[in-house]
């Protein structure tokens, strides 16, 4: 079966530094999301990749799937407080019935 | 905004004892979808549903039931509730008419087997 494995586990960044979160697939991607959680509430959707080489921004969150589709990475330029949270990446089941996870990726920004 | 509630958001309750979730959803969206979230384990899939009484297993079914007798809502139950249990549920739906596609999730519901 297909897993999702993102790195780090964890991350403490000052605030206005740069970061990079990776998400890794053991098989092809053919549907790559990414969404961020905060503690205690749902998940809120940022980016969808889809085609191999794909990449899209939201404000100053870049989000990139890899040629080989097999990896994405979400990345963040001077970040602020209002960016902690955990970032999640899912991607479509092998049955494409529904969407698989990472573990998540917990970001931390002192100020 | 996705238009999705779920409820109660938060409830404890006693090994064995049933409980049923509710997702409730305002945009006629077709497929609905049931997640445990628990720590070291991310986000797995209980159940979906692609339609008005069509409903398939996820990745950990055993142990929950689902209904879907209205569009708008999807019933989780835990018929005798365990500790193992014990976790945040979310329900999500898909926009499109198709099963791959952004999913948006409800608040969720932390649930406590004692």
């Known amino acids: 079966s297909q897993e999702l494995e993102q790195s780090p586990q964890s991350l403490i960044v000052q605030e206005g530094k740069n970061l990079t979160i990776n998400c890794t697939s053991s098989?092809?991607?053919?549907?790559l999301y990414w969404y961020k959680q905060k503690y205690g509430e749902g998940l809120i959707f940022l980016m969808m990749l889809q085609k191999g080489g794909e990449e899209k921004s939201h404000e100053k969150i870049t989000a990139k799937l890899d040629e080989k589709k097999q990896q994405s990475s979400l990345h963040i330029t001077a970040s602020q407080p209002s960016h902690a949270g955990i970032y999640l990446c899912g991607a479509d089941n092998q049955a494409g019935t529904a969407l698989i996870f990472g573990k998540g990726t917990t970001l931390s920004v002192s100020s | 905004d996705a238009g999705i509630t779920q409820s109660p958001r938060h409830k404890v309750t006693e090994t064995g004892t049933p409980v049923t979730l509710r997702c409730h959803q305002t945009e006629n969206h077709r497929y609905m979808y049931w997640y445990r979230q628990d720590p070291g384990h991310g986000l797995r899939l209980i159940h979906y549903s692609y339609g008005v009484k069509d409903t398939d297993k996820g990745e950990v079914s055993d142990g929950y039931s689902v209904s879907r007798s209205k569009t708008e809502d999807f019933l989780l139950t835990l018929e005798s509730a365990t500790s193992s249990q014990t976790s945040v549920y979310f329900c999500?739906?898909?926009?499109?008419?198709?099963?791959?596609?952004?999913?948006?999730f409800g608040p969720g519901t932390r649930l406590t087997v004692l």
């Open positions: 999500a739906i898909s926009r499109l008419q198709t099963s791959t596609d952004t999913q948006y």
């Open positions: 098989k092809t991607l053919y549907g």
